[in-house]
Each structure stands twice: as C-alpha cells, then as structure tokens.
C-alpha cells in the first residue's frame, strides 16, 4: 500500500528511520537521543502538548512524545527540520526532509517476550560488528568458565558461581569503573557490543528451546497421578504464594518512599511474531529441507559426527517452530507460547528422522543434543549461548543504571528477599508433597528467566529439561492470572506490581502486566535480571545453600 499523507507531523531530529504502519495505530511513542532535538522539544513543549499529543522527558535524558489521536491507515511517519525560526516541518516530497525511528504500539507489546522489547532488535546490525562482538562474550563465557576452574587466587565463594553470572558481575563492575573513569570510553564500548547483544536477546527464546524439546524423553517420569498432580501444585502454589509475599513486600516498602517512577528510555524491537512472514518461513523451510536431505544420503560428510551435519536441518526445524507459534491467534498464544511450538515441531522432526533411518526416537533426538560439544547438534549450539546471553544483561543493567539508583530501597530490599522466599517455598512445599529431592530440586528455578534456571538447576542437581519448563509454564501463568490476582490483593501500585511479576514469573509475565505501561517495561527487565542474580549468587554460597535445602 502507498503511504499516502498525513496531517500530523512529529517532532524528532536527525538521523533516525521513517516507520511504517500497515494497520491503524491509536498510541504512539518516538524518541530522540539528539540533544538538539531535546532542547527544541523541551522550548516547544506547550505547542505540542497542546497540538499533537503529550511531551515528556525521559530519566535517560531522551524526549518522547506521545501521540493520542487515530492515524490514517498505512503511512510513513514525517520528521520535522529544526530551524532557527522554531520548527519547521518537512516535507514528504522534499529534499531535506529527515527520517525518524519510531517505536511500536503499545497496544502490541503483551505478544512479546520482555527481553526483545527492551533489547532494541532492528538497528541496522553490521554482521562483521555482530560476528567479532559475539565472538567476544562466547570467549569472555568460556574464559571465565576456565579461570574459575583453574585459577586458585579467586576466592572460593566467586569460583562457585557460574562461569556466566560471574561474567556478567565482572563486565558490569568494568563498565561503571570505566563510565565513572571515561564516559566516552563506556559509550564506545556499548556502542560496540550492542548490535551482538541486541541479536541475543531478540532470540532468546531459541537458546533455551533444546531443554524443552528433551522433555519429551523425561515425560513419562510424570505419569503416575500423584507425581503429575504434586508438581502441577508446586508449580502453581509456589508461583502464587511467590507473588503474593512480593506484592506485599513490595507495598508495605513502596508507602515508606516517595519515590515516583520516570519514563525511562527504551527501545522496543519489532518481536519474532511480528517481523516473519511466508517468504522468511519459506526460506528457513527450504534450507532445512536441503540440509536433511545432506545429512539423509551423506550422514558422516567432511569426517563429522552424524550429529553435526544434521545440526543445520535441526536449527531451521527450531526456528520454523518458533515462527509457526508466532502465528497462533492471540487468544491461543496466550497458553501455547512459541517456544512450546517449536519444541513440538523438533520433536516432529526427530520422528521423522527416526522413521526414515530406522532409529528409535529416543535415539534420533540425540541428534539433537549430544552433550557433547566437540560432535554438537543443534541444542548443544543453541544452549552455548545461554551464558553469553546472561552477560549481556550487564549492558541492560549498566544501560538502566540511573533508575536502579534512584529504587534502591524497592529494588534492594524486595529483589533478595523474595528470592530466598521463593527457593525456600519450592522447597518447603516439595518436601511436604513427598516429592524426591532431585525433582523439587529442579523446580527452585522455576521463578526465574531459563538463562538463570539453568545454572541454578545444574549447581543443585536437578534436571535441565523440567527446569526449563517449570520456568516456561511459570512464565505463563504469570502472564495469564498475575494481573488478576494482584487486583484481587488490592495491589495497584505500578512499581509493586512490577516487582512482584518479575520475581514470580520473570519477563514472560512482566511483558504481559507492563504491556500497557510503557515506562514499567525497563523496571520489569532489571527486576528480573537481578532476581536471577541474587539468587544465583545466594545458591552458589554453600552455607546459604546448605541452609535452604535443609529445611
């Protein structure tokens, strides 16, 4: 369709991308970095609140404005020319007309997944940047990891943590050390390392896939009716009691500050759902239907493990199934989330492999994961970008560090405490439901995002696969009945609500709650992350550990 004209300008600066709208859109929101464009929104602001929608200034320093009245349907947004007689508006057809960025609807944020809308996916990301950034925190992941096991002058309690979360403590200190030595030097490093870490974090949901699809060889130790029935109610006791005890906590501290919440700046990306369309799934359908056929007549190709060459049919077979539930109705996405699909479409695949090479399905899944990374498939790919993943959030967290400042007593107080409560309460309540202490084990994650489950999960003995779907179904939960229960409770302060999601069911259950609050969404992600921390680090103690799992 045409972009045809529209009436309403918006007022941003230079340098940013013409947005283009398909659908009729009510709300929206633009920003600016530009202190030019700032200065000029801040000198014009009367004008514009009282023309085209409501100005306000960001704690980041960004401008935003926010535009009230419909838009015509399929147009490209305008940007206005600063002037020295006050704003002057270009003109579509004109020479020096400038382009804006534009971020998406409100009313479209509750389908994605917290950690795309706040990671910025859509820049123009340059592959070489991407591929040396990448390599950069995979090396800094397995570094560490190496250190931690090697190098005795790190101090005991250090060494325990995970090779990822001590990674991501030490980037982040080295990040306020150098912002506090250099500011530029900060900013250059950020600038750096965004384009990789923006492409992580829009594909989270790919790298925690592989635990998912190996449920299925786990499931049968769920179908006895008193072990199916003991861990549904664990599962949705322990989220629900875990909210709850948040909400109030968080209330009872939020009476005693007067602390208000600020529009932060955020960039939100266009999610997985909204970007594919049939020619993309066409294509990863294709390639994975060549890279089969490979891996059919010439298993051991080039001398590799059979895993490693079906590894390519595999990762589209993944990427497929997360597109494909991308595509659900609204009103199923809301049970059966994209990674549940492609967990489905895997395990498709795996029995049609196994059918076509005369193998046992339990064996041609191995292809998938090998647990080996000198042969790996495809799940043992996708999984060694979880730590990477999880050191990425030092930038979220170094990005949003003014706002975890300015809620230190919220943040500080409610975050560790609930995440001793929550572990204590799986516990307890798996105990008392006679569930072996292996199983309940792999549930105390179950609170957290997958990138921090899955640690927590391997430094208790737990098991993987169940672990990520605890955390999966506990995600949905929160999404589905956290807003209902914390209305029941009376909790209607925005920043309480926020905590309490995040802690109980991490950033799939604080996308859905901050959905119709755009500056909740930077709140919601650095609650979660720091849940994921504070109770990583308290479990990689052992007398905080020893402690908990003896009571």
């Known amino acids: 369709m045409a972009a045809t004209s529209c009436s309403a300008y918006y007022a941003l600066g230079s340098s940013c991308r013409v947005g283009y709208f398909p659908s009729s859109i009510n709300k929206l929101q633009v920003a600016t970095n530009s202190s030019n464009c700032r200065a000029a929104i801040r000198k014009h602001k009367y004008e514009f609140s009282s023309t085209h929608g409501t100005v306000f200034q960001s704690g980041g320093g960004d401008a935003y404005i926010r535009h009230n009245t419909p838009l015509v349907q399929g147009f490209n947004v305008m940007v206005p020319r600063w002037g020295n007689q006050g704003l002057l508006y270009g003109s579509r057809s004109g020479s020096r ?215 390519p049919f595999f990762l589209c077979a993944t990427v497929v199934g997360l597109h494909l539930g991308s595509q659900v109705p609204a009103a199923f996405k809301r049970f059966l989330h994209p990674v549940i699909t492609s967990a489905i479409v895997v395990n498709v695949a795996a029995y049609i492999v196994g059918l076509l090479t005369n193998r046992s399905f339990e064996t041609a899944l191995g292809l998938y994961v090998t647990n080996n990374l000198r042969a790996p498939g495809a799940g043992d790919v996708l999984m060694a970008f979880l730590g990477p993943l999880v050191i990425s959030y030092a930038f979220t967290v170094f990005h949003h560090r003014g706002l975890v400042r300015r809620h230190a007593p919220e943040l500080g107080a409610v975050i560790p405490l609930t995440g001793l409560f929550s572990i204590f309460i799986t516990i307890f309540v798996g105990r008392q439901l006679g569930l072996a202490d292996s199983l309940t084990s792999s549930f105390v994650g179950r609170s957290l995002s997958p990138p921090f489950a899955v640690p927590i999960t391997r430094i208790l003995g737990g098991d993987v696969p169940i672990a990520t779907t605890a955390a999966v179904i506990t995600g949905l939960l929160g999404a589905n009945f956290s807003p209902v229960l914390l209305s029941a409770f009376k909790v209607d302060d925005g920043i309480a609500r926020s905590i309490a999601v995040a802690c109980s069911s991490h950033g799939y259950g604080s996308a859905a709650v901050s959905s119709g609050e755009f500056n909740l969404l930077p709140f919601c992600a650095i609650s979660y992350i720091l849940m994921g921390v504070v109770s990583t680090v308290a479990l990689s103690i052992p007398v905080v550990r020893n402690v908990l799992l003896q009571v």
């Not at 990822?164 to 500011?183: E, G």
């Open 97 to 311: 007309q400038q382009k804006c960025r534009v971020l998406k609807t409100l009313a479209s944020l509750q389908d994605a997944d917290l950690s795309e809308q706040v990671s910025g996916q859509g820049r123009d990301l340059r592959p070489l940047k991407i591929a040396l950034a990448g390599a950069a925190l995979v090396a800094l992941d397995k570094g560490s990891a190496t250190a931690l096991q090697r190098w005795d002058a790190i101090p005991t309690t250090l060494r325990a943590l995970p090779s990822s979360t001590f990674s991501m403590l030490l980037v982040l200190a080295a990040l306020l050390a150098l912002d506090y030595a250099n500011p530029d030097y900060s900013k250059s490093v950020t600038s750096f390392f965004a384009p990789a870490i923006e492409l992580l974090q829009h594909w989270m949901p790919l790298f925690y896939t592989p635990p998912l699809v190996l449920m299925s060889v786990l499931a049968p130790r769920f179908r006895g009716a008193n072990i199916g029935l003991s861990t549904l109610g664990l599962t949705v006791g322990a989220w629900a009691v875990t909210l709850i005890a948040a909400a109030l906590l968080a209330t009872v501290i939020r009476k005693g500050t007067s602390t208000e919440l600020r529009d932060y700046s955020v960039d939100i990306p266009s999610s997985v759902q909204n970007n594919n369309n049939l020619w993309e799934i066409s294509t990863w359908v294709g390639v994975g239907f060549v890279s089969g056929l490979v891996a059919y007549i010439a298993p051991t190709a080039f001398g590799l493990h059979h895993a490693t060459v079906a590894s």
